[in-house]
Every structure is written in structure tokens, then in C-alpha cells.
């Protein structure tokens, strides 16, 4: 995360590291599935002991890291790092028709609401409901029922941007609120001139200048389409 900052700070972050970054981290999440990855954050709340509650503890500790982190410089962690992200980020570049849904109304309360499932389904039952979505079996390469619901959620994700993201992943609702008052991120510039093509293009519809970034996957979109040299900037105030 603090390579991605350097990066994004320097003005190092190009569409082709962007990509090489996604690949990475994909590869990864099939050779190495770490216990940091959204499917276990429900496993915290069930009981463990020995071995496995040392495991957990780690992650704690680890997401802990990444909160801070991301509360520093944004979202990096869900932008590159996680693979199930990266496989939503790559779907959504094929070319097909996009869905824009009124996420601004109806995001914060589903995802509200599926956090608050997943509490209750861990605390209260001892189930962990995001095992039923395949992650672990997807990135297992083990053919199954849920590694079929996985893939479905990749196929949606060519049409809406990464809906286990910004609907299901309970990491994606506290990062969303650790992310907003994030000290660096993409900002306007005075040499803005206000042509609203990155508002366009943001598939978050989180590039307008009051808008507060909590949803900014830094997915460089709002870049990539902006006329005007060094009109948006990453960085503090």
C-alpha cells in the first residue's frame, strides 16, 4: 500500500502498472490465499482456538495494518491488493454495456444491511455467510456450487462495477467509511475546468469535487479521461 502511494504520488501509476498490479494480485490470490481476504473476516467472529485462533489473531492484526493504511492514503488495499477485487476490476473492462445503479441512495443501506447479516450469522449462529459465495473454491480451482456463484459474480461484474465489493464484502463497508477521511487522495486542482468528464467516467460516481472518495478504488478512470494536464492530482491538501 505505501508502494502504491509512492506511486500515485510520483506520478508513477500508469494504466500499464495499473494492469500489471491486477495480474499480480490475481496470480497471487490462486497461488497464495491469505487468511487477510474478506472470506475470513467472518471467521474473527466465530469461535477458534489453538492454532486457528493464532491464524485469525494475525489477520486481526494484519486488517488492522491495512485500516490505518487506508485511512492514511486511500484505498489501495481494495483497489490492488485483494485478488477478489482484481478480478472484478478486470471483468468490468470488457467491453459491454455498463449498468449505473443509484448507488449513492441505495448503497449505504444494503450494504448496511448485509453487514449486519453477516454479524448476526457469525455471532449469533456461528455461519459464515460468505463462504456460500465460492471465494476460497474460485481461487482453489476446486469445481463446486459456490465456485459456480463466484463466476457468476465475475460475469456480473462486466456490466456493474464490482458489486461483491460495494454490496457484500463487510472488509468494503468499513474501508468505505475508513476511507473517506483519508488524508491522500485524488483531489482537483485549480487547473480544473470543471468539463465533468470524469464524473463520466468514474464508475463509483465518486469524481464529483464535493464528493467525499469513500468509494474511490483508484481505479485512475477519472485520470485517464481528464483534457487538462495535472487538473486532478493524488495527494493531501
Known sequence: MLIGAFLWKTGRFTKPVKYILLLVTIL??????SPILPHNFQQLLLRADGFVGFALM????????????????????????????????????????????PWKAVLPVMRGLVFILILIAGLGFSISILSFFGIQEFFRLIFSLGFLVFLAVIIISIFIYRPFCRLICPLGAIFQIVATPARWKIRRTEACIECKKC?????????GRDDRKGECYLCRRCIDVCPVKDALRYGGR
Do not use: D, N, W
Not at 485500516?67 to 483497489?79: A, I, K, S, V, Y
Not at 464524473?199 to 469524481?207: I, L, M, N, R, W
Open 28 to 33: 497471487l490470490g490462486f497461488a497464495i490465499f
Open 58 to 101: 494475525g489477520a486481526a492484526v494484519g486488517m488492522t495494518l491495512f485500516f490505518l493504511l487506508t485511512f492514511l492514503f486511500g484505498r489501495h488495499f481494495c483497489g490492488y491488493l485483494c485478488p477478489i477485487g482484481g478480478v472484478q476490476e478486470l471483468a468490468y473492462t470488457v467491453p459491454a454495456p455498463k449498468v449505473t445503479l
Open 199 to 207: 464524473e463520466k467516467a468514474c464508475p463509483t460516481s465518486e469524481a
